[in-house]
């Protein structure tokens, strides 16, 4: 990922570039109390998901298939850590 030098597009790859980019964005701070925060409720909430998971597996008597939502909030709770 590279930034213009404008601040107006970022450039992802070679065939995905975000224009539009507001002036505003560069202001937002997150502070570390409000993203441990959000870490902790996504660590929570991937816990939950493999909690029901589980016992569903159980109580059904299946092995449990791969969750986008378990992964997902694996990946967005290990980005804010």
Known sequence: MRLAKDHRSLKVNDSLTLGGIPPETFEYRLSTARATRLASILLFLLAAVIIISSAMAL???????????????????????
């Open 59 to 81: 109580w059904q008597h299946v092995r449990p298939h791969t969750n986008c939502i378990g992964i997902g909030a694996t990946i967005a709770a290990c980005g804010q850590l």
